[in-house]
């Protein structure tokens, strides 16, 4: 015998019960043998180790299609039922391989590049990952992403995002407003991340619970970051000492993954990257990982790709 427990995140529970409970009475018809218990966001169930494992699977495919179509019909649940076990379930879960996390309204985030499967990868066998690369090739979209699966699955308790605060020919005096207000802006690309992964309701309370914490670089001194999800984004702009602190904030259950842009150093020209510096001593340390993406991961207009051709072009002739 086996007990489960599947916990519906971000939609309605009404959306996969039905009705007056019109679909769940469907999928209990399915597996007359095992005891179903719905309440909230939570389906309880016990029975045979085979029927407990096909009835997830099917669970989680209700919960696919509803995430992605934003509805059920209860004749796309029969269809799933009648036709969604053994074989066809699992190919199914083995072609959703490539997918990090369920978003809002109907978004499936997934790794979209070899590069960004490396990093969905590596992040499961590694406690460290540097993901480096231009912009528009994902490197921050798919760890909040990452850092979000990882949140919902129970493997940490909060999620940290940071950034240096730096910006080209900018000091934070000189911006209106108190110290949230000045430091947003810098953090923004963060917050648009979070806003398509998690409901709108979810995430206030996270932020003012501080399950998810988003704050500049200089704020991690002093700290030891343990169960969390730590991100700091836009590595290039830490210098040597800040990284280093950065990196030995690190606790015994933590994740820690590094994105950075080496193109884009915003330091003054006197002060060295530590991101660079990270690079090169880091290299061969093991649980330590380094990721590379390039312009075949950029996923914005195609005109980026053009650009940084481009760019690219103009420093190897200069």
């Known amino acids: 015998m086996a007990e489960k427990i599947i916990e519906i995140f971000d939609i309605d529970p009404i959306q996969i019960y039905g009705v007056n409970d019109s679909n769940l009475d469907l999928i209990k018809k399915r597996f007359p043998k095992l005891k179903i218990v719905a309440r909230g966001d939570k389906i309880r169930f016990t029975g045979e180790d085979e029927e407990v494992h096909q009835f997830e699977m099917i669970m989680n495919l209700l919960l696919e299609r509803v995430t992605k179509t934003g509805t059920i019909s209860e004749n796309m649940v029969e269809q799933i039922l009648t036709g969604g076990t053994s074989r066809q379930v699992s190919m199914s879960t083995e072609e959703g391989s490539d997918i990090i996390v369920f978003g809002n309204n109907g978004i499936v985030v997934k790794a979209r590049t070899p590069n960004q499967l490396r990093m969905k990868e590596s992040c499961i066998k590694n406690d460290m990952l540097f993901a480096i690369g231009p912009a528009g090739t994902g490197k921050t979209y798919t760890a909040v992403a990452l850092a979000v699966k990882a949140l919902r699955d129970k493997e940490i308790k909060k999620i940290i995002l940071c950034r240096p605060a730096v910006e080209a020919g900018e000091h934070l005096g000189f ?68 990284l280093k602190m950065f990196l030995t904030r690190m606790g015994a259950t933590a994740k820690f993954v590094i994105t950075g842009d080496l193109t884009q150093i915003d330091l003054p020209r006197t002060q060295p990257s530590g991101l660079l510096q990270a690079l090169r001593v880091l290299k061969g340390v093991e649980g330590i990982d380094f990721v590379y993406l390039d312009e075949g991961d950029v996923l914005r207009h195609k005109l980026v790709k053009k650009i940084l051709s481009v760019y690219d072009k103009e420093k190897l002739s200069s």
Not at 180 to 200: G, R, S, T
């Open 175 to 242: 911006l209106p407003g108190d110290l949230k207000e000045k430091l947003d802006p810098y953090l923004q690309p963060l917050y648009d991340a979070l806003y398509d992964m998690v409901p709108p309701e979810k995430l206030k309370f996270y932020l003012e619970n501080h399950v998810i914490q988003i704050a500049p670089l200089a704020f991690m001194r002093g700290r030891t970051l343990d169960n969390a999800f730590v991100i700091l984004d836009e590595a290039q702009n830490a210098t040597e000492s800040q």
